[in-house]
């Protein structure tokens, strides 16, 4: 996760450094070489980049140019440790679609190891889970979630991957909450609930939501209280007024 520092190097320089597997003792590239180098940078969307030095571009562009280099070598499979650490969530996401797109369309096989779990099960063709001390356990990502596999990654027998929510929540701490409404609206309520470790309501109790306009209605014995959001809702049940 350290700051590559290359000096004053330009991107298209450091991507050509690539091609050293490839080049004499005197490292001068051949058209060849050249043609790779632009492949790799074209292929990683850099090509705006090429002639800025390398000081003067974001953890993102950086990023980039160093899957550029990757690229320009030319192997067969491109090996990465944890590339989106120390990105913003958009970067994460850009980096590692941009990872997918060059498998497909360069038809490299690209291995990644990261503990970003929503945006690999998002991106990834296939998971390779290495618990420790038991066997590699593979598959899609999707089917490893429907068998409930994605929970040998989780440290205590307390938590799981929830397969409706795609989040990971405690096991004691589902929800007995009844809501009724979009299922959108109930999902960022059970959220904000949960967040605030409320489970459950006292008996007879149950909560509607209207979308436009946003309304939440708590139910009780045929009256109703109505709460403009959903913070409101959450401090009123603080405030244990419901008891």
């Known amino acids: 996760t350290d700051k590559i520092r290359m000096g004053t190097l330009s991107v298209r320089q450091l991507v050509e450094l690539g091609r050293i597997p490839h080049t004499g003792w005197l490292g001068s590239l051949s058209p060849t070489d050249q043609n790779k180098v632009e492949n790799a940078i074209e292929a990683t969307n850099i090509k705006y980049l090429a002639d800025r030095s390398l000081s003067e571009l974001s953890d993102g562009q950086l990023q980039k140019v160093m899957i550029a280099r990757a690229l320009a070598q030319d192997g067969e499979i491109l090996l990465l440790d944890e590339p989106t650490a120390h990105l913003d969530l958009v970067n994460r996401l850009e980096i590692m679609r941009l990872l997918k797109e060059i498998a497909n369309k360069e038809n490299k096989a690209v291995l990644i190891t990261t503990h970003d779990l929503e945006i690999a099960i998002e991106t990834a063709d296939e998971f390779w889970l290495m618990p420790c001390g ?103 049940l603080k405030q244990g007024s419901i008891s």
């Open 134 to 236: 038991s066997p590699l356990i593979t598959g899609l990502p999707e089917d490893l979630i429907i068998q409930q596999k994605l929970d040998v990654l989780l440290p205590s027998q307390s938590m799981h991957f929830d397969k409706k929510t795609g989040k990971i929540k405690g096991k004691a701490n589902d929800s007995d909450i009844i809501i009724k409404g979009p299922e959108f609206l109930k999902k960022w309520i059970e959220s904000a609930l949960a967040k605030n470790n409320i489970f459950q309501l006292p008996e007879n109790q149950f909560l509607s939501i209207k979308e436009s306009p946003f309304e939440l209605d708590l139910n009780k014995n045929g009256e109703s209280t109505t709460f403009r959001s959903i913070r409101d809702f959450v401090d009123y």
